[in-house]
């Protein structure tokens, strides 16, 4: 039976406010990098929190995830879990995987003031570098823990000074060539989960505290290239010109008005480039970068069908265009019995709940593939995130917790049958 554990709204503003200051002072907002002293500060921090208020068995794996361990009762059953992260984006907020975070540590805490014992083993987990990281890989802890990083991998990625990922991880106290001894095996993990930030509009705008999330959106990326003609910008009569701007110009009108014929789709054309970039003379050519998300795959290849088919029509105007497209990451869908025990852990303590998935990837999109998993949003203020107005209600976030600790308990209690 779940006992309400007592949460503590000052010890998570301490904690959220200190790692506030952990933050790169020649950048704007609040940056903390993976690698960098800042976030090697925060990771210390959160990690001595974890030992003198939780006494948890820390560490840090191999490719650097930190982890806090509660010995379970019963020490033969997989561990519950529960992650995200504390690095940022540059110039970025305080609250994006941060919150996450905290969660999971104030509920060890209460879990040893209150002398709760769980029947499972409960982990708290700092992954590595859900961000992009300097050496331009993200997710990098979540992917090792579920054996999808390579040893390879880390050697080839390397930052602007030319230091390798696989250098870094070293240099950090890791040991990357021992990656297989972070993998953890489907079945290890009784369960995984993830308190978040919204990081959208949904849940602030309806005045909800709780998103229950139903699946993370499939990313699908691609690259399209109209190739024109240079010329004079003066004396080429409009009728002869082949100009790839204005064709790149109607192209992303033409997108955006297919994105909006399915429900819950964004596309995004967020990179552009002219060439030649000069006021007197015709474009004779434009790359632009494409950003397709939708938790429906057939609606994903249905959309990239139709923006295949406008491209068609820009070569029959006598330009050239190529259009490459490749799958970022598959869809994730959260076990229904996952998500409906986060429902009920909300209609018991009457707590207002949307259910809808997640637009943007998150370590449990890792996780997923080797435990049965879900995710809690809390609202964001106008939706902001990735920015320095990025903000959540201390209230949100208890509630979140809240639930979160319901959640961890009624899985406890349910999956040791």
Known sequence: MSVPLQISRKRIKRDIETLAVFTDPNEQGFTRLSFSKEYRDAVDYVAG????????EVRIDEIGNLIGRKPGINENLPCLMIGSHLDTVKAGGKYDGIAGVIAGLEIARCLYDQKICLKHPLEIVGFLAEEPSPFGKSTIGSRAMTGKLELETLKKATNQQGKSLYQALKEAGGNPDKLEKVIRKPGSIASYWELHIEQGPVLDQQKIPIGVVSGI????????TIVGESNHAGTTPMAQRKDALTAGASLVTAIDSIAREYDRMVITVGEFEIDPNFSNIIPGKVKMGLDLRSLDEDDLASAIQAIQDVTDGIKTNGLGITFNHWRSSPRVVFPREMTITAEKVCKKMNIPYLVFPSGAGHDASYLSEIAPSGMIFI??????????QEHSDLSDIVKGVEVLSGVIQKLDSELSL
């Open 379 to 388: 609202p964001s203020k106008g939706g902001l995130s990735h920015c320095p």
């Open 49 to 56: 929190k974890m030992a003198a208020e939780a006494e948890l």
């Open 217 to 224: 959106a499939a990313i699908v990326r691609a690259e399209i």
